[in-house]
């Protein structure tokens, strides 16, 4: 049927030939519900099998989600960070307010030098200047997920807490997180921080800490979820700000725009 409609319709004598139009346009109105049909159908099924490939999770992510990386883009620069499947509490609960756009225009509150930068304060994205931050939150928590594999080495994302005096089960914050910093350790300074720390760190962790840096006393007490994976210098270029006494940075350092993204390899 197709071939025939095909054939009169590049027919050289089809515009002079009333018989040949009045044919095509019964066939037309004959076959017309049945082709729109048959499209309908085509892009329905195409449609489910898209979704079925990338099915929805009961947290409302979609399955492909979990294997992105974060784009955090700040007015500093641009990090990727690609997250843990070591600590999926933490991972999805961080995927779905990335999607939800819950990080964009806040600022970094709290940055150490040589420590860390921190951020994910509700209350910062229309924060006046001087006023003080890192009360605000989410109405839950989220339960630690110590990973002996996940420690504090530079670069890596971890979530900030309140302290064990009102938190003993050392359940993280719904939304603040923190990007180490650290510095690098000699073995005599080393020593002085692993008494501090609340696990004993094996050897070849204790020599990240000498080569890379970061902040070995955290280990065990806070939940470590994710690293940056490209972009390292933007942490060192935001810990250098100027602060005032409650370490918010006296220019706002603030987070653009964070989205999910392709994993790069």
Known sequence: MCYFILKMLTSEDMTNDRWTMVVLLKLLRKYYSIIMLKILL??????????????????????????????????????????????????????????????????????????????????????????????????????????????????????????????????SSASQFYLVEGKKFTPETYEKAEKRAVRKIPADQKEVYMTRGGTPHLDGGYTVFGETIKGLDIIDSISVVKTDSNDRPLIDVRIIKVRLIKRIK
């Open 42 to 171: 085509f892009l329905f099924l195409l449609i489910v099998s898209i979704y079925s490939c990338n099915p929805k999770l009961s947290n409302g992510l979609r399955r492909n989600d979990l294997k992105k990386d974060v784009e955090m883009v700040t007015d500093k620069g641009t990090m990727i960070i690609r997250l843990s499947d070591s600590t999926p509490l933490h991972r999805d609960n961080f995927l779905k307010l990335v999607k939800q756009g819950f990080y964009d225009s806040m600022i970094f509150h709290r940055v150490i030098k040589n420590f860390m930068i921190q951020s994910g304060d509700p209350d910062s994205k229309h924060a006046k200047a001087g006023e003080e931050l890192g009360n605000g939150d989410l109405s839950y928590t989220i339960p630690a997920e110590f990973r002996p594999s996940l420690f504090h080495y530079k670069g890596v994302l971890a979530a900030a807490r309140t302290g064990d005096d009102v938190n003993p089960k050392k359940e």
